[in-house]
């Protein structure tokens, strides 16, 4: 399927959703600022490793039609921007029982400097019933790459999510598993990305009411990153994360 070919399909969806306006209604939206910094972000192509400071922007929200979510990097040494925008269209809620929601999946990754980017994602998942989690998702892509760079064959992903809260205390993230392509210089390595952020929210101890400040660690486990082989990246961030 050819990159038209989907960004006319994100379009015809973005009406559909748009038509649908009138009866459509927010049920929750959040939207956060992180700032953390790290030392051991690794450089795949050679080998080194250095210090970063991230900024992120994030921006979900569920509404009767769907969800959305939005998140957007900014990246120190070198300067970078990371970014990707998911439509989730709700296609089936069942009544009860392990699996809550079916759902189509949109996905936009836009990428500057080092991960210079832009593809498209197409595929769909569920949403599980999980005891203790606030959500846990298991989704399947097909990533429709871009024409930037290095000419990268068209490939799959998994996407699992989830959100655990105990109290004060809350534990997130995701794990990417992608297969292997070719590009015009070789093979690009399939791999996974695990990342985590362990945070206990602090504003109770402030006194402040305007929202989650919640400080703690982001640990980032990534297996042949950029699709280099034998390139793994250990990288733990200290963070702080801010909900308006």
């Not at 093979?187 to 101890?205: C, R, V």
Request: proline share 3%.
């Amino acid at each position: 399927m050819k990159i038209k070919t989907i960004k006319s399909l994100a379009l015809v969806t973005a009406i559909s959703l748009c038509s649908t306006g009138v009866s459509a209604k927010e049920l929750w939206s959040d939207f956060s600022i992180t700032a953390m910094t790290g030392a051991d972000y690794l450089e795949p192509f050679s080998g080194e490793e250095d210090d970063r400071s991230v900024v992120t922007i994030e921006h979900a929200s569920g509404h009767t039609w769907g969800s959305t979510f939005f998140f957007m990097d900014r990246l120190s040494n070198p300067d970078e921007v990371y970014g990707e925008l998911n439509i989730n269209p709700t296609l089936y809620k069942p009544q009860d029982g392990f699996v809550k929601e079916v759902f189509l999946g949109l996905q936009t990754e836009y990428g500057s400097g080092d991960t210079d980017q832009n593809n498209y994602l197409l595929g769909g998942g569920v949403s599980l019933d999980v005891p203790g989690f606030q959500y846990f998702n298991v989704a399947y892509y097909r990533r429709f790459q871009d024409d930037i760079g290095i000419e990268r064959e068209d490939n799959n992903q998994i996407t699992v999510t989830w959100g655990y809260n105990k109290g004060n205390f809350r534990y997130d993230g995701f794990l990417d598993i992608v297969d292997s392509t070719d590009t015009m210089f070789g093979k690009s390595e399939g791999g996974f990305n695990f990342t985590s952020q362990l945070k206990y929210n602090i504003a109770p101890m402030l006194g402040l009411d305007t929202g989650r400040l919640d400080v703690g660690i982001e640990y980032v486990f990534w297996k042949n990153k950029f699709g280099v082989d034998g390139e793994t990246e250990h990288n733990p961030n200290l963070m702080v994360k801010w909900h308006f």
